[in-house]
Structure formats: C-alpha cells, structure tokens
C-alpha cells in the first residue's frame, strides 16, 4: 500500500505556543531547562576549563521590551543548526537522561513577542548560526487560518523562519542565547523583575540561599540517599539566584508571623525498596495558614531539581483543601518512571504515579493532617491558659479599686465566670502537661518536635512578657491558685460573723480578707482569718 501523506495544519503551533501554557512566565523554565541539558552535556564533553563551570545568564530590557537568555554550554554546530531547529517535537534527548525531551519548550517564546531570535556556535567554530522567527507575522497566520485560509505547518514555518550564517565567533567561543523581542503588551508581568526573580527562585534547579540554615541537612540527606540535586548557576541582570527559603514566614493573619524551627525528611520506597521520592518538610509552630503572597508557601513537587506545576499543585492530595497552606517543604520525584507532562505542571499518568500518590495521600493524612491539628490543640490550650491569668489579674484589680462595692450579685457573677474560665484553663493545663510528658519521653517523634517548638516558644513569649513560668509544667500556677480561692469556704464562714455590720462595712472586710489572702500562703491567711472571727465573737 503506497505511503499517505497526511497533513498537519498550522493549528498546531498555536497549541504549541499560546494555548499551551496558563502563566507566561514559564517561557524562562522552559529555556533555563534546555539550557541546564546543554550544560551537563559540555560537562561530560569537558568543555570547560579548570574552575570554569556552565552558567545561564538572563537579562531583561524594560526599555526595549525584551529579554535574553543565554547560557555557556555546547551551542549547536553549523552543520547541524537547521536541522535540529527546524524540527518540532523530534528531540535527540532522551527521558530519564534529560529535563526536556519532546523537543516542543523552544517555541514557546512565540506566544509572548513580536520576534523570536536563536543564536549560537559550537566551540572551535568562527560561525555564528541565527534563526529569527517572525511571532507576530504567525499570529497573524493563525487568524487567517480560523477564517478559511489554511496553511500547513510547514507552509507556515517557511513563512516565519529565516535562517542566517556569519563567521563573526571566537573559536573559543560556545553557547546559546535566545532573545524575544517586542514583548506584547498583555504579557508585561515578563518584564517585570521582581515577579521573574519571585517565579524562578523558587521554579529554577538553583541552590538554596546561604541564609537557610537548614540547606546542610537537606545537601546531606540528598547524598545520604545517593540522589543528585542539580543545582546551576543562574544569575537575573547580573544577580545570582538562589531558593527564597528563610527561616521566618508571614501568616494569613495580617501581622502575624511563623518561623521553621527543624525540618523533617520523608523517604517513598516502592514495594521493591527503589526510592520514588524523597521529601523534607519544615517544622514550624503552625501558627496559622501560610500567606499566599509568600513565595514559599506550600510543599513543592520537583523533578530534577525543576519545580512541577506550581504551590497549589498537591492541594488535592490533602485531607483539607488548606492543609498544604501550613506547610513549607519540598518532595522531589525520583523515579525515571515519574514523567513530567508537555505542560509540566504535573506527571503523566501511570502506575507509579498512583503509588506515588497513594504514599503522599497516607504521608500527608497520618502525619501532617495530625500534625497542623495537634498545633492547633495546643494554641487553644495555651490561649485558654493565657485567658485564664488576664481575667484572673483582671478580677482581683476590680475588687482592689472598689468596683464591685455595694453590688455583691455582680461581684458573685464575676466570680463564678471566672471560675468556670479556670475550669477550663485547669484541663487545658492537664492536657498540655500529659503531651509535654509525652513529647520528652520520645522526643524524636514528629509529633514531639512540633509540641517542644510550639512549648519553647510559648515560654519566650512568658519571659519576655515578665510572666515565666515555674517549674516544668506549672504554665499558670499562680492564676490556678488565686481562682481555686475565689469561692474560699472560711470567707464564707467568716461572712457569717459581720450580720451585725453594714453592707458597707461587709464589702470592706471582704476585700480585706481577699488581699490577705492573696498576698501570703494559704496557712498563714487562715490564722489571720481565725484571728478576726475570734475578735468578731
């Protein structure tokens, strides 16, 4: 049977190009990708010489619209340039070998200029080899095609592509660099180079910032596991970027803050012990819900050091939509077998994926679901404490100012609120001494790390405050104290022997016996107490 020939129309660059991504910025994850293959190939090649390394330099032009990226790495041969260039989706890479194996990311540049421009040269070679690509003159195509005048894709590409050769390279020369140019108008946030740095800091194969001091336990983990985390230099208008983790962290709560105080490591073995992945999560006092302007927020999926959707992408896998929002953390894919999609922002579906799934769906459900709960027990009851002290110190200024003099019923009033306030206070405080018994008998434990965090910081707070604490465990003592007297049975008894006196004269006996007891111990004041009913007879 004679061979057919099937045509593609132009339809497919636009799917290639426009509707193939939802956040532009991706166009640098895309480049800084095929650039990171590029420079672990000249590393084998050993194209660079003694303390030289592979670097991917990026620069944004405000004032001209436009942005190069451009890298030190193999380039492409003279020979080889139009062929490779001009091929779509037939990429020499190969899957567990590269970052990028389809051989579609380099069009991506299209959607977002007017101009779309590759240069390079291999080392050895005085050629400079360019491809300029007319973005705006194929957006137009693609609008013609929709009404009615149809193009192939090859039609097409002849349309847009120019091809160009001139002998102006060093010999020592080698790299690639891409330039869009005439950045359309609707895609500005490109140009914009706090949001680029914010995108890639946390997007990019970079290392984590010298001020994360948890970067040694993670580099040493990684090499424990005798996994390789890529890491290249990459620099933004001349400034090295680097992973924005740091140890503070801004909360939902306007104001408020939380802080990674350890972090904890998480391996995924398959059933035939292989690691599929490895993970680290920071432990902090779960104060709250993260800030969704925070570039950290989130655990973050990636796949050779390359992030994998963005910070919402394991939301799903969470018992509570918010449950990924109290962490910060990273998982890293493993296995050759998890396989990023076309768009990268989540795996291709097969059967590692779903035991993969299956193992963060129980990671994130018995751990860290308990975990972010177990938090919030333990605020609660440390705020129930706290509440308790402040209406405890807040009762005993009103009975020493005279606010309840000649209103016995509001005095009884606040001080049965008040005691039922330290009821509670009193089986929060029970609570909290069973899981601070608990967390020091096995501190090793998630669970113990997080309750230890959240028990010291709460005694910073103490300290700092001038409160403090006495002892291990008693958080309240002396509130626990002064309300167990508040209904004090020889007060009452006491109360009996003024019948004779005014309700005036009662109420200043009464605050009397309040301060007495109050200001020494418990033994003393029911001497004193005994020594006034024997003048009282």
Same mark, same amino acid.
């Given at each position: 049977?004679?061979?057919?020939? *099937?045509?593609?129309?132009?339809?497919?660059?636009?799917?290639?190009?426009?509707?193939?991504?939802?956040?532009?910025?991706?166009?640098?994850?895309?480049?800084?990708?095929?650039?990171?293959?590029?420079?672990?190939?000249?590393?084998?090649?050993?194209?660079?010489?003694?303390?030289?390394?592979?670097?991917?330099?990026?620069?944004?032009? +405000?004032?001209?619209?436009?942005?190069?990226?451009?890298?030190?790495?193999?380039?492409?041969?003279?020979?080889?340039?139009?062929?490779?260039?001009?091929?779509?989706?037939?990429?020499?890479?190969?899957?567990?070998?590269?970052?990028?194996?389809?051989?579609?990311?380099?069009?991506?540049?299209?959607?977002?200029?007017?101009?779309?421009?590759?240069?390079?040269?291999?080392?050895?070679?005085?050629?400079?080899? !360019?491809?300029?690509?007319?973005?705006?003159?194929?957006?137009?195509?693609?609008?013609?095609?929709?009404?009615?005048?149809?193009?192939?894709?090859?039609?097409?590409?002849?349309?847009?592509?120019?091809?160009?050769?001139?002998?102006?390279?060093?010999?020592?020369?080698?790299?690639?660099? !891409?330039?869009?140019?005439?950045?359309?108008?609707?895609?500005?946030?490109?140009?914009?180079?706090?949001?680029?740095?914010?995108?890639?800091?946390?997007?990019?194969?970079?290392?984590?910032?010298?001020?994360?001091?948890?970067?040694?336990?993670?580099? /040493?983990?990684?090499?424990?596991?005798?996994?390789?985390?890529?890491?290249?230099?990459?620099?933004?208008?001349?400034?090295?970027?680097?992973?924005?983790?740091?140890?503070?962290?801004?909360?939902?709560?306007?104001?408020?803050?939380?802080?990674?105080?350890?972090?904890?490591?998480?391996?995924?073995?398959?059933?035939?012990?292989?690691?599929?992945?490895?993970?680290?999560?920071?432990?902090?006092?779960?104060?709250?819900?993260?800030?969704?302007?925070?570039?950290?927020?989130?655990?973050?999926?990636?796949?050779?050091?390359? +992030?994998?959707?963005?910070?919402?992408?394991?939301?799903?896998?969470?018992?509570?939509?918010?449950?990924?929002?109290?962490?910060?953390?990273?998982?890293?894919?493993?296995?050759?077998?998890?396989?990023?999609?076309? /768009?990268?922002?989540?795996?291709?579906?097969?059967?590692?994926?779903?035991?993969?799934?299956?193992?963060?769906?129980?990671?994130?459900?018995?751990?860290?679901?308990?975990? *972010?709960?177990?938090?919030?027990?333990?605020?609660?009851?440390?705020?129930?404490?706290?509440?308790?002290?402040?209406?405890?110190?807040?009762?005993?200024?009103?009975?020493?100012?005279?606010?309840?003099?000649?209103?016995?019923?509001?005095?009884?009033?606040?001080?049965?609120?008040?005691?039922?306030?330290?009821?509670?206070?009193?089986?929060?405080?029970?609570?909290?001494?069973?899981?601070?018994?608990?967390?020091?008998?096995?501190?090793?434990?998630?669970?113990?790390?997080?309750?230890?965090?959240?028990?010291?910081?709460? /005694?910073?707070?103490?300290?700092?405050?001038?409160?403090?604490?006495?002892?291990?465990?008693?958080?309240?003592?002396?509130?626990?104290?002064?309300?167990?007297?508040?209904?004090?049975?020889?007060?009452?008894? !006491?109360?009996?022997?003024?019948?004779?006196?005014? /309700?005036?004269?009662?109420?200043?006996?009464?605050?009397?016996?309040?301060?007495?007891?109050?200001?020494?111990?418990?033994?003393?004041?029911?001497?004193?107490?005994?020594?006034?009913?024997?003048?009282?007879?």
């Amino acid at each position: 049977m004679p061979e057919k020939n *099937y045509v593609i129309g132009v339809n497919i660059l636009e799917n290639l190009t426009t509707g193939m991504y939802k956040d532009s910025r991706v166009i640098y994850r895309e480049y800084i990708q095929n650039a990171c293959d590029q420079i672990d190939k000249a590393e084998k090649e050993h194209l660079y010489a003694e303390g030289q390394r592979g670097c991917i330099w990026i620069y944004i032009n +405000q004032g001209e619209r436009s942005i190069t990226i451009k890298d030190n790495a193999t380039g492409i041969r003279e020979r080889d340039f139009e062929t490779i260039m001009g091929s779509i989706a037939d990429s020499e890479k190969k899957l567990g070998e590269n970052k990028g194996f389809r051989g579609i990311g380099r069009l991506c540049g299209l959607a977002y200029c007017k101009e779309l421009v590759f240069r390079t040269t291999a080392l050895g070679e005085k050629t400079r080899s !360019v491809l300029r690509c007319d973005a705006a003159k194929l957006r137009r195509i693609n609008l013609d095609n929709l009404r009615g005048k149809k193009r192939t894709i090859n039609e097409a590409l002849n349309e847009i592509f120019r091809f160009s050769f001139d002998e102006t390279a060093d010999v020592d020369e080698h790299g690639f660099e !891409v330039e869009l140019r005439g950045i359309n108008i609707e895609n500005t946030d490109l140009l914009d180079r706090g949001l680029v740095q914010d995108y890639l800091s946390m997007v990019a194969p970079v290392p984590y910032s010298s001020d994360f001091r948890f970067r040694n336990m993670i580099y /040493q983990h990684a090499q424990d596991k005798n996994v390789t985390l890529d890491e290249y230099c990459i620099k933004l208008d001349g400034e090295t970027l680097t992973k924005k983790y740091t140890v503070s962290f801004p909360l939902s709560n306007k104001g408020n803050e939380d802080s990674v105080v350890d972090i904890e490591f998480k391996d995924f073995y398959d059933s035939n012990k292989q690691l599929i992945a490895w993970a680290w999560v920071g432990i902090s006092h779960f104060k709250g819900v993260i800030n969704r302007d925070c570039v950290m927020r989130g655990l973050r999926l990636r796949k050779e050091n390359i +992030q994998i959707g963005d910070s919402d992408t394991l939301n799903a896998l969470f018992s509570e939509d918010r449950g990924n929002n109290y962490f910060v953390g990273e998982i890293f894919a493993v296995s050759p077998e998890l396989i990023p999609n076309s /768009q990268r922002d989540y795996f291709n579906e097969n059967e590692t994926r779903r035991i993969f799934e299956q193992m963060l769906r129980a990671f994130f459900k018995n751990k860290l679901y308990k975990i *972010y709960h177990l938090a919030s027990a333990v605020h609660s009851d440390l705020k129930k404490i706290d509440v308790a002290e402040k209406e405890s110190e807040k009762f005993q200024k009103n009975l020493s100012e005279h606010l309840y003099a000649g209103n016995k019923e509001a005095e009884n009033t606040a001080r049965n609120e008040l005691e039922n306030i330290q009821k509670r206070a009193d089986t929060a405080l029970n609570k909290l001494t069973q899981r601070y018994k608990t967390a020091e008998d096995d501190p090793n434990t998630l669970e113990s790390k997080v309750v230890q965090a959240i028990r010291e910081d709460n /005694q910073r707070k103490r300290r700092a405050a001038g409160s403090g604490q006495v002892g291990r465990d008693r958080i309240s003592s002396r509130t626990t104290r002064r309300s167990a007297r508040t209904e004090e049975p020889t007060a009452r008894r !006491v109360d009996e022997k003024l019948s004779t006196l005014s /309700q005036r004269e009662r109420d200043l006996f009464h605050q009397a016996y309040k301060a007495i007891f109050d200001c020494v111990d418990e033994e003393t004041a029911l001497m004193i107490y005994e020594h006034i009913e024997a003048i009282l007879q």
